[in-house]
């Protein structure tokens, strides 16, 4: 696997858990890139900062809601992701707001 994103992760466990099992993952090779759910600026700095405190790998990318209408990623997170070196991730927009019944 290329890439783990961990949208549940975050509601279950602490942020240092969280990021253990993520850098266990990378570690053991069976994911190469951690990315962020759709985290506040403070809760992906947060992660980056007890990242480089255990020496873990650190977050690459965040899943962002971002459009032409929607452009609040760009007045907190946009400089964040900048300064930290982390890219966005930008769901498809027909995707996120209209879900095929199952």
């Not at 290329?2 to 858990?17: A, D, T, Y």
């Not at 990021?19 to 992660?47: C, E, T």
């Not at 977050?59 to 809601?65: A, C, E, K």
Request: aromatic share 12%; charged share 25%; hydrophobic share 40%.
């Amino acid at each position: 696997m290329n890439f783990v994103g961990q949208p549940v992760l975050k509601q279950i466990m602490e942020i240092e858990e969280t990021l253990r099992v993520l850098d266990d993952l990378v570690q053991s090779g069976k994911v190469r890139y951690i990315a962020a759910p759709n985290f506040s600026g403070w809760h992906l700095m947060k992660s980056q900062a007890v990242s480089e405190k255990y020496g873990w790998n650190r977050y690459v990318g965040h899943q962002v809601y971002y459009s032409l209408a929607h452009r609040e990623y760009e007045w907190e997170l946009m400089p964040l992701a900048l300064d930290q070196k982390i890219g966005a991730l930008v769901p498809d927009g027909f995707e996120h707001h209209y879900r095929c019944p199952e």
